[in-house]
């Protein structure tokens, strides 16, 4: 079965979704990500205990910082699926891309654009 979901999606297997952390998602929209999702095990049913759950709470602590900074808390969330549940992915995929698009770019990538920019005209100076 072939799955349909965006191609501007870039995807970063790890062994359990408590294995991302907080930094990983950071440096994601740093480096120009508009979105970030993590997808877990199924609550109640992670291959490694309770993975799915610290990496819950780490979605959501980036949101909070998200929201801080004035940034969009939905460009950063958290699904639970089960591994052979490949078309709920894709949907998934299809639909955090829609909410990004609605969001537009990050801020960070227009902020470090123009830092990039002035920093040249500084140094040409």
Known sequence: MRLRYPTNIKIIKVPCSGR?????????LEEGADGVIVAGCLEGDCHYQSGNLRAKK?????QEVLEKI???????AMYNLSAG???????IAREMTE???ELGPS???N???LASKKSKVEVAA
Not at 70 to 76: D, I
Not at 85 to 91: S, T
Request: glycine share 6%; charged share 35%; aromatic share 6%.
């Open 20 to 28: 991302v952390a907080i930094i990983h998602m950071l440096k994601a």
């Open 58 to 62: 780490r979605v959501i602590y980036v």
């Open 70 to 76: 004035g940034m969009e808390a939905e460009r950063v």
């Open 85 to 91: 549940d490949g078309p709920r992915f894709a949907e």
């Open 99 to 101: 909410k990004v698009k």
């Open 107 to 109: 801020p960070i990538k």
């Open 111 to 113: 902020a470090k654009k």
